[in-house]
């Protein structure tokens, strides 16, 4: 399987769409949400990104169990957004639903995944997430669908790791990569927060499988994030004032992709 991801320094832009159906705060009717994610996906390709994720963000508070209206959603979001900009694209589906994740992304045509809970249990604030590589990555395999990424947070974000406060995250990112990882992903420790340099070189120098930073990242900041990851994942910066929840600000893309451009 190749891995687009290895000394990419690509960046992925993530389109967080509208609440989806038996949702919360689900209003609009899916033709508003799919025409919202399109839009959202062609702004960013026209700033020159060079990657595209969706992710259900909106679907507060988050589920352990992702019904099938959620699955069935981001599988049509997935597969108009893919081919509406001709990007290589992911997804998450929040929250740990990795399985339902890479089924929808084998029906849309994706490229790859973002799992939770991949190796080492950790408490969330939806709840506990134990470790599923051998059944997901297995699960791949029985729907065919190896050729999809599977890419891993470790020590992941908006969550409590006191049970595992003595495995560090090198060795964390260790464990993924024997456990079959398509990449590991280093975050700060919530949602639009800086990853710990430190941490992101250690993590760069202990495996040999692609890096990446999953949040925090600037136009500020990005000549150091570059510097050492394979690829970065920007979801909060690319949004009006910096806000996840506002639309894609396309000039700010554009000005952070100029000064990537001039990085690599």
Not at 37 to 58: P, R, S
Request: proline share 2%.
């Amino acid at each position: 399987m190749s891995n687009f991801l290895k000394d990419s320094k690509s960046v992925i832009g993530m389109i967080h769409v509208d609440a989806l159906p038996g949702t919360p705060k689900y209003q609009a009717l899916m033709p508003e949400v799919i025409a919202k994610a399109k839009a959202e996906a062609l702004q960013y390709k026209a700033a020159g990104i060079d990657i595209l994720m969706i992710e259900n963000m909106h679907d507060v508070p988050f589920s352990r169990s992702a019904g099938p209206e959620i699955v069935a959603a981001m599988t049509v979001l997935g597969y108009e957004v893919k081919n509406t900009t001709g990007l290589r694209c992911g997804l998450q589906i929040l929250a740990a639903a990795n399985r339902e994740a890479l089924a929808a992304a084998q029906a849309a045509g994706l490229d790859f995944v973002r799992a939770e809970g991949f190796v080492f249990g950790h408490l969330a604030d939806e709840g506990y997430i134990d470790g599923c590589a051998a059944d997901l990555l297995r699960y791949r395999t029985q729907i065919d669908a190896d050729h999809i990424l599977v890419l891993t947070d470790i020590k992941k974000k908006h969550s409590s790791h006191a049970l595992t406060a003595d495995v560090d995250i090198v060795e964390t990112a260790h464990a993924a990569e024997f456990f079959l990882s398509d990449g590991v992903i280093v975050t700060g420790i919530a949602t639009g927060t800086e990853a710990n340099l430190e941490e992101l070189r250690a993590v760069k120098q202990a495996v040999q499988i692609p890096v990446l930073v999953g949040s925090g990242v600037t136009t500020e900041n990005v000549d150091r994030y570059l510097d050492v990851a394979d690829a970065l994942i920007v979801g909060s910066y690319f949004k009006y004032n910096g806000r996840w929840h506002e639309g894609v600000d396309t000039e700010r893309v554009k000005a952070f992709m100029a000064k990537v451009n001039r990085l690599r």
